[in-house]
């Protein structure tokens, strides 16, 4: 390889690991917004009232609890795949990039 071809490489290297990082952070964030919709469950669960409150926009909407739970699993659900498929993709990056590492360092010797 010449060094075009290798300086092409380390850029494509480093447009994978920018790949990674946007990955990983959008995982986190999902991650993140996980917690927050199953902590969400939980107190409606361990609530008594028939009614709560969603925020919408800048205001605060009273809905049936159930109604609140089943639009919360539905979104949940949709976290959990949307992460599941970063997770995958996360893998696919990382496999790639230990290929592209062990090729540049080959060319480096």
């Known amino acids: 390889m010449d060094d075009e071809q290798t300086r092409e490489m380390v850029g494509q290297f480093q447009t994978y690991q920018q790949q990674l990082q946007s990955v990983l952070i959008q995982k986190e964030t999902m991650q993140l917004q996980l917690m927050e ?6 107190e409606l669960d361990s609530t008594k009232n028939e009614k709560a409150y969603k925020i919408t926009g800048q205001i605060m909407v009273s809905k049936p609890v159930e109604e609140l739970k089943k639009d919360l699993g539905e979104t949940k659900e949709a976290i959990e795949v949307r ?13 790639k990039l230990k290929e592209m590492e062990a090729e540049l360092r080959k060319l480096v010797k």
Do not use: D, H
């Open 37 to 42: 919709i199953s902590k969400a469950l939980e």
């Open 83 to 95: 992460i599941n498929s970063l997770g995958k993709t996360e893998e696919k990056i990382t496999a």
